[in-house]
């Protein structure tokens, strides 16, 4: 699809690092790869599930 090289902003990593709930949305916003999209979307999770397992376990 053209126009999907939005180039990853420094703010945009630094977020995901600290709050990845949070910043996983603004990868909706048009220019991001879809794979891209997918991979942060991920992580997001993974870092969401991740503590849990270790709470209910």
Not at 6 to 18: A, E, H, K, N, S
Not at 37 to 55: D, W
């Amino acid at each position: 699809m053209e126009g999907d090289n939005r180039p990853l902003d420094y703010w945009l990593l630094i977020g995901m690092q600290t709050a990845p709930i949070l910043f996983v949305w603004l990868f909706l916003r048009r220019g991001y790869r879809s794979s891209l999209r997918r991979a942060a979307f991920t992580y997001a999770a993974a870092m969401t599930a991740l503590p849990m397992i270790g709470t209910f376990g």
